[in-house]
């Protein structure tokens, strides 16, 4: 199939018109509807439907305008590429993969130093678990990923390299005006009587295998999809939550933090491919490494 039916096909879509499409892509409406007919006669099925005021696509045309539509920025970014590439300013992006909380503060810190030496590095930044960054770098589509080694913790994978670049020790977030709030650090032990909340299975095992240490047990009585569900649940007081340290200089204003005595912690790390790896990514390490070795607010 040509790219050039492509998008006539989703220009079609676009301004749902045979004789719209036509005068923006400078054709003929009869070239128009030949080459939507030649595309429906080679998948087998109608992509549009004619009515009083145009054309409005089938199920089936719904599906595939989507799919056509990813395919032909790939293409239009493939085109841009190359021609950098041949007018000598070709610079591959990184994509950076991060987890929320690492995404929330102290990577995109990390980043505007790396730009200061980098200059115009075209970048972007995914948060995820660690899970899934992990399998997204050895499949090849991030440069980079801060993960951390908490609860299943990290697979030994040949595919990646592995870099060390810090202890996060975590912290007990509650409302501002909880009773704890201000104090200095508690055992896990005095908290027993508290809900808690927690958004995904890591964070609990770590929780419960904290509590366990302590002789304590601990009542995980609220489940939430994200990380910022789980801060709006702490801070109208439904519940307190175990988060990372680094995630306190980003925290709402309706939330404080108090320190663990003796706190769980969880190491964090950098991974990348070890095929080909992207000239940006060990410097975005170093970057971090210093920002977990240095005085953290």
């Given at each position: ?31 128009v ?40 920025d ?17 610079e ?10 690492l ?22 930044l ?6 899934e ?39 007990v ?68 939550a ?56």
């Amino acid at each position: 199939m040509e790219l050039t039916v492509w998008r006539t096909f989703v220009t079609v879509c676009r301004l749902g018109s045979l004789s719209a499409a036509a005068a923006e892509l400078h054709h003929t409406q009869s070239a128009v509807s030949r080459q939507i007919a030649g595309l429906e006669r080679q998948l087998g099925v109608p992509l549009v439907e004619r009515h009083a005021r145009g054309v409005r696509t089938t199920p089936a045309g719904e599906v595939f305008r989507r799919h056509a539509l990813t395919t032909l920025d790939e293409a239009d970014r493939a085109v841009r590429a190359v021609r950098d590439v041949r007018d000598g300013a070709y610079e591959r992006p990184l994509a950076i993969g991060a987890t929320p909380s690492l995404a929330a503060g102290i990577v995109p810190e990390a980043v505007r130093g790396l730009l200061e030496d980098a200059g115009a590095l075209r970048w972007s930044l995914l948060p995820g678990l660690s899970a899934e960054l992990h399998d997204r770098v050895a499949a090849g589509d991030l440069g980079v990923a801060v993960v951390t080694d908490a609860p299943p913790g990290l697979p030994d994978d040949p595919r990646v390299e592995r870099r060390f670049l810090g202890l996060d020790d975590m912290v007990v977030v509650l409302p501002v005006g909880h009773p704890r709030a201000g104090g200095g650090p508690v055992h896990v032990a005095a908290l027993a009587g508290e809900t808690w909340v927690e958004d995904n299975d890591g964070s609990a095992a770590l929780l419960r295998r904290h509590a366990a240490r302590a002789g304590a047990g601990v009542r995980i009585g609220l489940a939430a999809a994200d990380l910022p569900g789980k801060l709006a649940l702490v801070a109208t007081g439904h519940a307190i939550a175990l988060i990372p340290g680094v995630l306190t200089r980003a925290l709402r204003s309706d939330v404080t933090t108090v320190a663990l005595a003796d706190p769980p912690a969880r190491g964090v790390y950098t991974i990348t491919p070890r095929r080909d790896p992207h000239p940006w990514a060990a410097p975005l390490g170093d970057r971090l490494a210093a920002a977990f070795a240095g005085p953290r607010r």
